[in-house]
């Protein structure tokens, strides 16, 4: 939803205002090209697997904490 809002022109700074979705997928109007490259799912497992990401818990909140916002 972020990038579906306007962004408005600033004085003196070169970058393209509009929409930031529109601006990604036309950046041919926006005098810019295309840079992006395409990530394979092989290479986001690899490299989670390197950083040790995947290990240890998907809890980053304290089970006391928890509580307190299941009861509010």
């Not at 070169?14 to 092989?42: A, S």
């Not at 690899?46 to 916002?69: H, M, N, P, Q, W």
Request: some cysteine; overall charge negative; proline content about 4%.
């Amino acid at each position: 939803m972020w990038n579906a809002h306007r962004i408005r022109s600033q004085k003196e700074i070169y970058l393209p205002d509009k929409v930031p979705d529109h601006i990604h997928c036309f950046p041919e109007e926006y005098q810019l090209e295309q840079c992006g490259f395409e990530i394979i799912r092989t290479q986001l497992e690899e490299t989670a697997l390197e950083s040790g990401v995947l290990e240890g818990t998907d809890d980053y909140i304290s089970e006391e904490l928890l509580e307190k916002c299941e009861n509010i």
